[in-house]
């Protein structure tokens, strides 16, 4: 049995050691270079007006992810108008904004997975691509790649998993609307890719409620997406237990089991505040099929004994 690790971050503190490495991670800061913005950290080699002055490759937006963590994301589009020349490809890569004198930033730890969210409407079959490059003393050590032609018009959670290595310094992340190599034809269409917070090894999800907003009761909600491949999000309440002073505390048990009821992974095993909370399951070493998750939460000190056990279906589609 492999103990997957629950994946929680509180809003306002999602900044840890790891995830604060990575440039301006949830492309909340923008800066003007020339007659366009791009984000601050960030290289956009394609992020220009055309003759109307109306096109940019990489642009701002309001539509983001986690709705409470930030107010935007980037945005970044292919202009087949524009071609064959590189200013038609919606790009950017972590570096010197100024150009490519800088193009990996450092880290310190040991980070096994890039995750993030994005949402991709590819035309005429283009290929999206996000991948990271880990570096030590100026050369590529280990890489991440994730690659699909998929549309995905909701937010998507993704987990880049890092190919093994011994030490690395500094990384490189680059993502594109188009994927181009010996095997793809490079851009078809004018397709858009959005991308949202960036983290090392664990997703950046949800947030920390005030009192006066905590949930009223238990609830497990349905994964999504659902199926899934290979990573998917589950959401649960703890309901605040108004005839008690203080915040309540639940045992909480998280768990994912096969068909045959064996257990597979344990998401989440601790106490827990009343809150609303998302976990992110990475299944990427199972194989396809159905699978139950299940949680168990109780806290008798409460005024009611309020206890609670719910389970759900989702299936894994490779």
């Known amino acids: 049995m492999k ?70 994301s980037i945005r970044l589009e292919n202009n087949v108008s524009l071609l064959p020349s590189w200013q038609g490809i919606g790009m950017a890569w972590s570096g010197d904004s100024l150009g490519l004198d800088n193009p990996a930033f450092p880290i310190t730890g040991h980070p096994i997975s890039l995750c993030g969210y994005y949402k991709f409407i590819p035309q005429n079959n283009d290929t999206m691509d996000i991948h990271i490059v880990l570096y030590k003393n100026g050369i590529d ?45 490079g851009v078809q269409g004018n397709s858009v890719l959005y991308v949202d917070n960036l983290s090392f090894d664990t997703l950046i999800t949800t947030m920390h409620l005030a009192s006066s907003e905590l949930p009223s009761k238990f609830y497990l909600a349905q994964n999504y997406p659902n199926p899934f491949n290979p990573v998917t999000i589950i959401r649960y309440s703890l309901p605040n237990d108004v005839g008690r002073n203080g915040i309540p505390t639940y045992m909480v048990t998280l768990t994912v089991y096969n068909l045959l009821g064996q257990e597979v992974a344990i998401l989440v095993n601790e106490k827990r505040e009343a809150g609303r909370y998302e976990v992110g399951f990475d299944a990427s070493s199972l194989s396809s099929g159905v699978y139950f998750y299940r949680v168990v939460a109780g806290d008798p000190s409460t005024i009611s004994g309020q206890s609670f056990i719910s389970t759900k279906k989702f299936v894994l589609l490779k």
């Not at 007006?49 to 642009?59: I, M, N, R």
């Not at 993704?158 to 093994?164: A, C, R, V």
């Not at 680059?174 to 181009?180: R, W």
Request: proline fraction near 8%.
């Open 141 to 185: 050590i280990a890489m991440g790649n994730f690659i699909s032609f998929a549309p995905a018009s909701d937010w998507t959670p993704f987990n880049i998993p890092i190919s093994d290595y011994t030490d690395a310094d500094s990384a490189r992340i680059m993502m594109i609307a188009a994927y181009i190599d010996k095997e793809h034809s």
């Open 3 to 72: 103990t997957f690790t629950f994946i929680l971050m509180i809003l306002m503190t999602v900044a840890t050691t790891l995830n604060a490495q990575i440039p301006n991670n949830g492309f909340e800061n923008w800066e003007t270079t020339g007659n366009c913005m791009i984000p601050t950290g960030w290289y956009c080699p394609n992020n220009f007006a055309d003759t109307s002055g109306s096109y940019f490759a990489v642009t701002r937006s309001a539509d983001h992810y986690p709705p409470p963590v930030g107010n935007y």
